[in-house]
């Protein structure tokens, strides 16, 4: 158990947790952010969280 983080909260509450890494130095791009975000959408419903996906799959071009 990583205990102190912010993990902890949501493993008390029996809750999922995850989180990603968006670049270095404290600084985050457009497109970094982008990318994380489209990731995470289209994790969730493999994740069982969602039942049906925001974004669209890995490898497709969304402005298609």
Do not use: I
Request: glycine share 16%; hydrophobic share 35%.
């Amino acid at each position: 158990m990583l205990e102190g983080r912010k993990r902890d909260g949501a493993a008390r509450q029996n809750m999922l947790s995850f989180g990603t890494e968006m670049g270095g130095s404290g600084t985050v791009t457009p497109d970094c952010l982008e990318h994380c975000y489209n990731g995470v959408v289209r994790v969730l419903p493999e994740l069982g969280v969602l039942q049906k996906a925001l974004g669209p799959a890995a490898g497709k071009n969304p402005h298609e």
